[in-house]
Antibody, heavy 117, light 110 residues
Framework: QVQLQESGPGLVKPSQTLSLTCTVS?????????WSWIRQPAGKGLEFIGR???????NSNPSLKSRVTLSIDTSKNQFSLKLSSVTAADTAVYFC??????????WGQGALVTVYS | QSALTQPASVSGSPGQSITVSCTGT?????????VSWYQQHPGRAPKLIIY???KRPSGVSNRFSGSKSGDTASLTISGLQAEDGADYYC??????????FGGGTRLTVL
């Protein structure tokens, strides 16, 4: 059974960098799927952040692209998100998901990240 | 890129059918057959219920069905059950090689 688990600091200061890691179990991160990040502010809808392939090939939401860095560690079966220059608008639950050609079939439980000063 | 347009809410009685619409443009919904639908209960991660416009993942009830006409995709739930009450989101691949979600629709089972 495929499982994903987000981890990282739950509090980040404005202008700093948000960092999250997603650990995958039950599937190899090199299995041929993309691996994605999606976020959801409290009471609001879903927003696609970006996706990465095991080769390192990635693409991101144009509205966030300048601040997003995606990476992947096949030896640890993990992929990571860095979002720079955060503001209160980046406060959200961040989900990682397995991406089968833009259909997210397995999701992590989500990690709440709050930007506070 | 703008979010796909969904009605904020829909409602129906048990046993009835409801349809949720998802309107985009020729650069997303209308241009590709990569529309997905997700069900999300409060405090939970979304669950994939439809992908590639009409396909159901293994284990998803056949009461859920998807379709598309032009720039608008639709999710139909037949034989409404109490547990279908949730938020529903559509998503689509876009011409900029990324993905856009709809704003979400809250389904209330009366």
């Amino acid at each position: 059974q495929v499982q994903l688990q987000e981890s990282g600091p739950g509090l980040v200061k404005p202008s700093q960098t948000l960092s999250l890691t997603c650990t995958v179990s039950g599937d190899s991160i090199s299995s041929g799927y993309f691996w994605s990040w999606i976020r959801q502010p409290a009471g609001k809808g879903l927003e696609f952040i970006g996706r990465i392939y095991f080769t390192g090939n990635s693409n991101s939401n144009p509205s966030l692209k300048s601040r997003v860095t995606l990476s992947i560690d096949t030896s640890k079966n993990q992929f990571s998100l860095k979002l720079s220059s955060v503001t209160a608008a980046d406060t959200a639950v961040y989900f990682c998901a397995r991406d089968d050609w833009y259909a997210f079939d397995y999701w992590g439980q989500g990690a709440l990240v709050t930007v506070y000063s | 890129q703008s979010a796909l347009t969904q009605p904020a809410s829909v409602s129906g009685s048990p046993g009835q059918s409801i349809t949720v619409s998802c309107t985009g443009t020729s650069n997303d919904v209308g241009g590709y057959n990569y529309v997905s639908w997700y069900q999300q209960h409060p405090g939970r991660a979304p669950k994939l219920i439809i992908y590639d416009v009409t396909k159901r993942p293994s284990g998803v009830s056949n009461r859920f069905s998807g379709s598309k006409s032009g720039d608008t995709a639709s999710l139909t739930i037949s034989g409404l059950q109490a547990e279908d009450g949730a938020d529903y989101y559509c998503s689509s691949y876009t011409s900029t090689n990324t993905l856009v979600f709809g704003g979400g629709t809250r389904l209330t089972v009366l």
